[in-house]
């Protein structure tokens, strides 16, 4: 009977034994349990489980059905998004078989995880798996035993991390993913959060496992083994008419040669919705995405095509008026910016109160939209009667009729009459008398339904000459202008004058004249070639480049201009001459303001042939040239180079408050200007003229759209004035800009 109790001992303590000593079971993500395995060598957890307890140990369990539901689910998601990734002939899964190694002891278990978007699904275990429940996390270096041990046994840890089956993502890459590292405690928690987080790289297939080696000195090793995704080997992009494919692929050339990844892609098709955005297509998108079994991803893009262009809320103006400002064309893809340009065109024909847009998809063709552009169409016509000074005229009077929107035809009519008192703050070379001009033009935006512009104008002047000493000068004559705005270089406009001009100038006061030639030691018959005028044909190209932020008030951007001018003397012909002049002016924002700005501006002219008359030659000194001078008070000769630096800055204390909005284009001005007259003429003798000059002041600017800003500015000569200069400065009155 001893020996029967001996034996009963003796087979517990084996079996007690045999439960604590079994190797560690292998884990797997994606892999099928194999039923038809050889019979285990060694006891589960499951089977010391039940021996323990006297029943089996349930997982919950998800059957195949309930895997496909999922599979459904997340790609009904992923199409929801905008690009669907459909596999073409994807590989089959097959369960695999791992062969136990000779020398080392496994225990096979797994569990499947399918992939999840955000954080939806745990990973779903095989029905005919035994796995036991997944256990709770376990922290790296926790001294916390595994279920399979007991809290008197020893704690196990990694030894090594092995990776196979990755052929494009390195080693490197996915050790820096995971998160546990040789010299961690082993917990199947961590393992299987390791495991997730290669699989959600996106790179690799389901077929993702990690099989623990046991050493004798208890450690392990895991063996991780991943599948990669077939790898891109191209693309093909189809639907691009408005971006070039070589653009695209540079977007998509990261992804060649790496395996395929749904997230990845995604984000890279991102990218691609951002090009065309940044080019104003903002009704693109990618529209599918279909990889071949070979590698090669074919895209197709849906650019966002119009499929009309309505025009609502013209009454007066007429439809073609408005369309031919609108570029964008029915059957092109829609670009905002290219909208906002014609948006521009029409507000520019001064016809419309307000302009805006909407865009309908079509009922009929969801691909296509429907373009609508609504108008609040303004009075156009007026009638107006006003005033005010400015040192050329003196004080004056103004009235005028136009209609900007002339018979609903956008044509600009417009009629204007002036009298003012004369110069105000001259020296004594100008002639106190008044002044009378008279204007009729006719502006065409559109000749013949071509890109040209038409301007044709008629004029009267009457006015105390400028130019030359006590004389009278009467003008009258006619120009039309034919301008054309480049379409390659969008900011450069390009235009041809023609026009015809009777001068007459006329003696003003003869006795002091007389006398001023004779104090200068002239001969009065010089006086005869001061007051020539004639009758010219002016021939006129020119070219103006203009990158202004703002035509009313700019704070940045360039304008520069350069124009010849070829005038034939009919009355005359040796007065026939050719000139040339250029200006530039750069504007320059002021970092951290939000309205200052410094303008910095170079202006230059020549005759550069023929004889040119002294009543047509170039002069400094006054508002539009050299602010500190009256007018012409620098000289006149027949070459000039002026330049000027101004800074430009809010009303300080006033600017931006709600009740004073009328100021917000009010500028405080502090300027520099300088120049050089060249072949003086001999009115430059006769009143000691400096011919060339320095000045400095401060000044104010109102910018008042459609005429150009009102200035008040006073300057101080740094350089000698000359004998009839005041050495103190002067007041100077202007509308419109001096470059």
Known sequence: MNKVKKIFIYTQIILLFLLFTQPLQAIALGSKSNKDEPIKQLTT????????????????????????RIEARENAELENTGWFWQRKNKPKETKEVVEQPAQEKEVKAGWFSKKKKKDQAEPIQEEDSTQPQEPTTQYYNEPTPSKSTSPDQKMVYIKNIEITGNKLISTETLINKMGMRPGDMYSRDIVQQNLKAIYDMGYFTEKIRAIPIIHDDTSITIRISVEENIPITGFTIDGNNSVPSEEINAVLMPLLNQPQNLVVMNETLEKVHELYGSKGYILARVKSVLDDPDGVVNIEVDEGIIKSINVEGNKKTKDFVVKRNILLEEGGAYNETLLKQDLMRLYATQAFKDVTRTIEQDQDEPDKYNITIQLEEQRTGTI????????ATGLFGTASFGDNNFLGRGQRLQANFMAGTGTIMSDDSMLNRATWQAELSFFEPVLMGTDNSFLAKAFFRDFASYQIPLAIERRYGFDTIISRQFKTYKNLTGSFGLGGEQIKVKEGDAKQIADLYAANGIPI????????????????????FDTRDNIIAPRTGTVASVRFDQAVGLSDFGSTHGKLMGSLKQYIPIPHTKKAAISLAAKAGSRLYGEMPEVLAYRLGGPYSIRGFKMSAVGTGQGFVSGSAELLLPLPFIDGREKLKFLENVRFTVFADAGKIFDESITDKIYDRPLHAITTGVGLKVFIPGVGPLSIDYGFPLTNPGRNASKSGTFTFSAGDMY
């Open 45 to 68: 957890e499951e089977e010391a489980y039940q021996i323990i307890t006297g029943h089996p140990k349930v997982n919950p369990l998800a059957d195949e059905e309930d895997l496909k």
């Open 384 to 391: 107006s009667v006003g005033g005010g000074v400015d040192t």
């Open 525 to 544: 018959s010089e006086r005869a070639k001061q007051l020539e005028g004639g009758f010219f044909i002016n021939l006129s190209p020119s070219l103006v």
